[in-house]
């Protein structure tokens, strides 16, 4: 089944399948450490649900819900 980022759960993790089709936000991903194959968790969401924490390579990121929509993970 195919979701993207936001459709983890807390505590839930999922692997990076495919980042956005737009190359400014692709390439500023890729820079943080999000490939193809990559883990990822979801730690925890900001009261008003923007922006959302994650988990990946041993460190946190906090991303926007607009870039986590483009990110699909399985």
Known sequence: MKKNLGHLGVGETG???HLSDNI??????SEMGLTGGTEITKISVAP?????QYSIRGYRIALRK???AQ????
């Open 15 to 17: 692997r990076i399948e």
């Open 24 to 29: 400014q936000l692709k390439k500023r991903l």
């Open 48 to 52: 008003l649900g923007d922006p959302i």
């Open 66 to 68: 607009s870039e986590v």
């Open 71 to 74: 990110i699909r993970v399985r």
